[in-house]
């Protein structure tokens, strides 16, 4: 297994990837295509320049991947309302509001 990346590492590959200090597997996976797409040498002509900022990307994204990967989520209920309080909102406010007491 390999060592897990420092604080450093991550925060200069979600830099790189231009998101913000929070995001979702989907939203780094979007970053990442978009700037691959935009830097990619056959799009930009720039073989040598591009190359190495494809390269840096793609370092970016896997070491964002493997940081993802290893998070652990919990399935115990007040940390999934904590994490989604729409949730609890919709069951005390949404659901049964006209019914009366």
């Given at each position: ?7 450093e ?74 994490a ?15 019914d009366?007491?």
């Amino acid at each position: 297994m390999q060592n897990m990346a420092s604080y450093e590492e991550i925060d200069e590959a979600r830099r790189l990837l231009g998101l913000g200090e929070a995001a979702t597997i989907k939203e780094i996976r979007h970053a990442y295509r978009r700037m691959v797409q935009r830097y990619h040498p056959d799009v930009t002509h720039q073989s040598i320049e591009a190359e190495e900022k494809t390269k840096e990307l793609n370092h970016a994204y896997r070491l964002l991947s493997e940081y993802c990967a290893c998070y652990k989520y919990s399935f115990r209920e007040e940390d999934f309302h904590r994490a989604c309080p729409q949730e609890e909102l919709m069951k005390r406010y949404a659901r049964g509001w006209f019914d009366g007491p």
